[in-house]
């Protein structure tokens, strides 16, 4: 760094300067957002969506004023807490809440997440400038990282435009109507401060040339942990562990191959998992592209949620078309299924094709045959899917078609029951390759079948029979997968007891605190109860039951512990507890044994315990009436009428005391990853059970299958085709999905895939709609 210049007042001007930037190119912001939404609400659109637009146009029109001046006044607030010396406080994110022990409401959510992938969408654009900066901004204030309030951090500068929105008066939906341009006109002017920040610090002589090498990460400094050198996750989108490729590039020049290589690597897993985030909203833009091209070839084409009559001819068209199907694809006897090729399943969809687009009275119906049948032959032909199910999904093609003819939104939306219904059996049922063609059980197979014979038996029903089966399939799953799938079934079972202990735990220490809040009780009796017995009463529940004699008998420990800790003026009270004392420690020691705490903490414990009982015998403060013992041992009793929602933490040793020293039946992931955003976070909350995933943990890269999600979904169980269980804590496994650890085995849905294959047929012969 060759400069002379004070580097704490260059580290403020670049700030300021990054600042002045994005004040100055506001206006220009604000009117290109407005004119976008001006443009969208002008633009052919459901009713519903297009009220939304002109509603999000009026309301930018009436207080763009307002929020520019919020914007300028949260920038100048900025100004001024640089001028002394610091960073505004920036609000804590979901990532950093675990253990707050507190409910997280909606819009918090909501608001991380709107907030998340703005800043997502900035370092789309972004990422090599924002690096740059950061590198020069490391070296001039000789730190590891970016302070998390640093004005610099894309999410700090997307939280300030949000909540400047909400100040404004402006709503969220308002913001989602509008989000893509928002996005768009905001990463630009980000993009540009950064440039201009950097060309600056170039100016002032501030690191010139950018040395690659600190940003390789090696496969020992993975982890999730402060954002720095080493965990970069916070800000890029997935920066993975790279392991000896990455440490033998690191002792390379930088141009030599294998630093290139690994450097590639990350931005590769970097930007795949942005991508991932990105999926519903390119979903949506796959189905609206689709939607544009049709009504350009077919007017009157309208993807609404108004319901339309099929005409007579059709509907007899499809019913006989549907039989024919039934038919022909029909079980021969005691073997099963006939199991066709898929050109001969295209081929027969072809003919029937032709056959209803000559029973179709509009060029609506035919577009929409065609459509339905293009999406048809594209799935038909997907390799991954066993060739015992492809049959089912060959039947669904009538009952989709008669639901896509009276429902045109079928087209419009990714959360139509029909859409989600054969997405979610295709996730389910499609693994990565030859390894896993076993994995699918037979309870899975009749399931789909079944699925399938409910849909063609309500022919008139519409979607409320596949919202219907949707949500049995789902409880079937939840069902399969813990007492039918030979796999999953034990380290379902493992993972639920692990939870339930957990959440048991940290509900008696929450507790046990309200309970001894005003009660006199020595200090070391209190820490006690909270780090050890808490435990020892979720373990011993676990094992025997709430209500058992054995979690009763530690409850009534619990209690003449504290009645035994309080002070004791006479005589005869310290007789009692002298009498009690013998069989209490036995209790204890018994608890304690059974939680698996080691002989020396016990004795270690119980000694502890002694000198505190012996400091009560001369303790000046008041003793515990018996009233007051007695609720407390009536709200021991009913402790576990509620759970909390907390973040549910736990590692191998609680496996260990579970499953009798048999750890082999459940790895607990511990460590790895990149820090997850809360965006990411979002994104593994929404992960869905039967989806299968490429897991690469403890040197084994293999297929998985999401076979469990606990309450709340604080915990995920994995499972491999060959029985290895993998459990995650919410906040590890949004870490391994960023870090690109956790990869999906499919980017897009079945049916949104389908759709970008249509598109593309059209696109290159768009009459075929009207042929």
């Not at 929409?368 to 999406?375: D, G, H, R, S």
């Amino acid at each position: 760094m060759a400069t002379s210049a004070d580097p704490r007042a260059l580290a403020i001007q670049a700030r300021r300067r990054f600042l002045n930037v994005l004040r100055q190119g506001l206006s220009q912001v604000l009117l290109n957002v407005e004119e976008g939404a001006k443009q969208l609400a002008t633009q052919p659109a459901p009713p519903d969506l297009l009220l939304r637009r002109r509603d999000a146009w009026a309301d930018l029109q009436r207080l763009r004023p307002a929020l520019q001046a919020a914007l300028i006044e949260r920038l100048d607030q900025r100004d001024v807490q640089l001028q002394n010396g610091g960073f505004m406080p920036t609000p804590v994110g979901l990532a950093h809440r675990g253990a707050e022990l507190s409910l997280v409401d909606d819009a918090t959510i909501e608001h991380e997440i709107l907030s998340s992938r703005l800043a997502l969408a900035a370092m789309d654009l972004a990422s090599f400038e924002f690096t740059d900066l950061r590198s020069r901004m490391q070296a001039l204030e000789r730190r590891e990282d970016l302070a998390n309030g640093d004005v610099l951090r894309p999410h700090v500068v997307a939280r300030d435009v949000l909540e400047a929105w909400r100040s404004a008066g402006l709503s969220l939906e308002c913001w989602r109507s509008v989000q893509p341009i928002v996005h768009e006109e905001l990463a630009h002017l980000m993009v540009l401060g950064y440039h201009e920040t950097n060309k600056w610090l170039i100016g002032q002589g501030v690191l010139p040339e950018i040395d690659l090498r600190p940003m390789i990460r090696r496969a020992r400094d993975v982890g999730v942990g402060p954002s720095g050198v080493g965990s970069r996750g916070g800000d890029l989108a997935g920066m993975a562990g790279i392991g000896g490729a990455a440490a033998s590039g690191a002792a390379s020049g930088p141009g030599s191959p294998s630093l290139r290589g690994s450097v590639g690597e990350e931005t590769r897993l970097m930007t795949r998992s942005a991508q991932l985030l990105r999926a519903p909203e390119q979903a949506q833009a796959v189905l609206g592209r689709l939607n544009r091209l049709v009504g350009q070839q077919v007017p009157g084409f309208q993807p609404t949620t108004v319901f339309h009559s099929p005409s007579p001819r059709l509907v007899a068209a499809i019913a006989e078309a549907e039989r024919d199907v039934a038919q022909r694809l029909r079980s021969t006897g005691a073997g099963g299924m006939v199991v066709s090729a898929p050109q001969d399943l295209v081929e027969d969809l072809q003919q029937r094709k032709q056959a209803l687009k000559r029973a179709a009275e509009s060029p609506i119906e035919r577009a929409t045959i065609e459509i339905v049948a293009l999406l048809f032959q594209s799935i038909l032909t997907e390799e991954r899917l066993p060739a015992s199910v492809r049959v089912w999904f060959a039947r669904l093609q009538m009952p989709v078609l008669r639901v896509a003819v009276s429902e045109p939104d079928f087209f419009a939306t990714l959360d139509h029951p029909a859409r989600k219904l054969i997405d979610r059996m295709g996730a389910c049922v499609m693994g990565f390759d030859a390894s896993t063609a076993g994995a699918m059980g037979e309870a899975l197979e009749k399931e789909i079948k079944r699925v399938v014979q409910v849909v063609e038996a309500y022919p008139d029903t519409g979607r409320r029979v596949f919202q219907t089966v949707l949500v049995e399939f789902e409880k079937f799953l939840e069902h399969y997968f813990r007492n039918e799938n030979e796999v999953s079934r034990k380290g379902v079972s493992l993972a639920q007891q692990v939870e339930q202990r957990e959440i048991l735990a940290i509900q008696y220490t929450i507790e046990l605190r309200k309970m001894l809040n005003e009660v006199p009780v020595q200090e070391g009796v209190r820490e006690f109860l909270f780090q050890i017995w808490a435990d020892v009463l979720a373990m011993t529940a676990v094992k025997t039951g709430a209500q058992s004699e054995q979690t009763k008998a530690m409850k009534r420990a619990a209690a003449d512990l504290i009645w035994s800790a309080s002070a004791k003026v006479s005589r005869e009270e310290r007789a009692e507890v002298i009498r009690r004392l013998p069989p209490l420690l036995k209790t204890l020691r018994e608890g304690m044994a059974n939680a698996g705490v080691p002989t020396d903490k016990q004795d270690a414990h119980l000694q502890a315990l002694n000198n505190s009982l012996a400091a009560a015998f001369t303790a000046k403060t008041a003793a515990i009436a018996p009233e007051r013992l007695d609720q407390l041992m009536l709200r021991l009793e009913t402790l576990e009428e509620m759970l909390p929602d907390t973040e549910v933490e736990i590692d191998e040793s609680m496996v260990l005391d579970l499953s009798d020293h048999e750890t082999r039946d459940l790895e607990v992931v511990a460590e790895g990853g990149s820090m997850p955003s809360p965006a990411m976070i979002a994104w593994a909350r929404g992960l869905q059970v039967g989806s299968w995933f490429k897991l690469d943990y403890r040197g084994r890269n293999e297929p998985v299958q999401l076979a469990w999600l606990g309450l709340r979904k604080q915990l995920s169980l994995f499972v491999s085709p060959t029985g290895r269980c993998v459990l995650f804590q919410q906040h590890r496994l949004a870490a391994f999905l960023q870090a690109g650890l956790l990869v999906p085995a499919e980017e897009e849905a079945l049916t949104v895939r389908a759709t970008r294959d249509a598109l593309a047929k059209l696109d290159a012969d768009p009459s075929r709609l009207l042929s």
